[in-house]
């Protein structure tokens, strides 16, 4: 969890509707691709993320946070209103 851009990745998938693929995370977040890739594996590994992998060219998967990840959600939801109440 305190790794650069860990909490950044799971925030997106607190205020997102739909799962995510890592062309969105990609676009939506200032994160180098391969450290992308290894957030979302670390995440996928503890448990916080699951993958879905479809069987296409090019490849496509997407990633859903578990039940686990989206108990941390109230949290990213408060700093999130905090930081508009301070304008941050």
Known sequence: MGKAHTL??????AFAEEPLRFS???TN???APSTLSTRLKELNEAGLLGRKAYNEVPPRMEYTPTARA??????F???HHWAIEYEL
């Open 24 to 26: 969105d995370l990609e």
């Open 29 to 31: 977040l200032d994160v």
């Open 77 to 79: 939801a408060h700093l």
């Open 8 to 13: 950044a990745v799971l925030s997106a998938f």
């Open 70 to 75: 989206e108990s941390l959600f109230p949290v």
